[in-house]
């Protein structure tokens, strides 16, 4: 991965009336990352052309393992309205020499219900002006979404209307959490560090991957497995991904599918449960008594590889009653 800066840009429309709209959570988010690196915003109107098109502030996000400061990052939020938000982006990205990959779009989700948070590279635009500019501007895709979800709008309501109202009383009760969460959702991406968002796992893996100078034969990836059942282990190296998110993204960041997998079963759902649904629950109280032995089972197989060697490892699980 390359040392250079990152672009995080918050989407939103420019004044007070539309600040504390849902469609404005991604200035908001800016907002929260500027105050965590006690910076403010100034205008970036001469490298944008005569007149400011967004405000920016250049920080170090984060702290990196030994209490070095994070990586250089141009936080920004475009002042132009959100459908022409593309020409901000473009312009920054190219004045700072910052890739498509390394472009992160903070922006409101009406697919995401409120109060969660997703990440993702690329893909469609949903409907999402902004994105759907900033795509043009770019010429690719390809750049990392932070994706704070509002929920969609009751009844009837139009999208476009929700979206430009402020939220819920109710709603800005928790809003300052979603905020912090969305915040730290960018600071794991910049830092490199594996996240609970398992879209986006494998540039983390890439990058820890290269700095450690580990080739992927010796990288093993620990992860849950739908097609083995729960309170079981199984092995193995390469193969497909299974529909896994996270592995799948590796893949794609590794440029190989040849690394060992830990599969940690925890079965299939129950009924018509949708698979994506039930693995972003809870283990049941029942599941949650054997859990530890699990976990320790999985420790062990890691160990087992480590130590031994993954024909090894893979005899003495395979072959466990």
């Not at 473009?90 to 009406?110: C, F, G, K, Q």
């Not at 809003?175 to 560090?193: G, H, I, N, T």
């Not at 079965?267 to 629950?281: I, N, Q, S, T, Y």
Request: charged share 25%; net charge neutral.
């Amino acid at each position: 991965m390359s040392d250079g800066p990152w672009l995080v840009v918050g989407l939103g429309n420019p004044g007070p009336q539309y600040a504390g709209n849902r469609h404005n959570v991604g200035h908001m988010v800016l907002d929260e990352l500027a105050s965590r690196c006690s910076a403010s915003f100034g205008s970036s109107g001469g490298l944008l052309g005569r007149r400011p098109q967004a405000v920016t502030a250049d920080v170090r996000l984060g702290v990196l393992p030994g209490g070095a400061p994070g990586p250089r990052v141009i936080l920004a939020k475009p002042t132009t309205y959100m459908n022409v938000s593309g020409g901000p982006v473009a312009a920054l990205s190219s004045y700072y020499s910052v890739p498509p990959e390394r472009v992160i779009m903070v922006h409101d989700e009406l697919d995401i219900p409120f109060d969660d948070v997703r990440l993702k590279r690329g893909g469609g635009e949903g409907g999402h002006n902004g994105l759907r500019d900033t795509t043009k501007a770019l010429g690719t895709k390809d750049y990392i979404r932070v994706r704070v979800g509002v929920g969609r709008p009751p009844g009837r309501m139009d999208a476009a209307d929700f979206v430009l109202r402020d939220f819920s009383t109710a709603e800005r009760k928790v809003l300052p959490f979603l905020l912090d969460s969305a915040a730290d959702a960018v600071e794991l991406v910049v830092l490199a560090k594996p996240t609970t968002y398992m879209n986006v796992s494998g540039g983390p893996v890439a990058a820890l991957a290269s700095y450690y100078s580990v080739p992927p034969e010796r990288v093993i990836m620990v992860h849950d497995e739908l097609d083995i059942p729960f309170d079981d282990v199984r092995l193995k190296r390469g193969g497909g991904e299974g529909g896994h998110n996270g592995l799948r993204d590796t893949t794609k960041a590794l440029g190989t599918k040849d690394y060992i997998r830990v599969r940690v079963g925890v079965g299939r759902p129950p009924g018509r449960m949708d698979a994506a649904d039930f693995v972003l629950r809870d283990f049941s109280t029942a599941e949650r008594k054997v859990l530890p032995f699990l976990l320790d089972s999985a420790a062990d197989a890691v160990e087992a590889v480590v130590l031994e060697g993954l024909e090894a490892a893979q005899l003495k699980f395979h072959t466990k009653s």
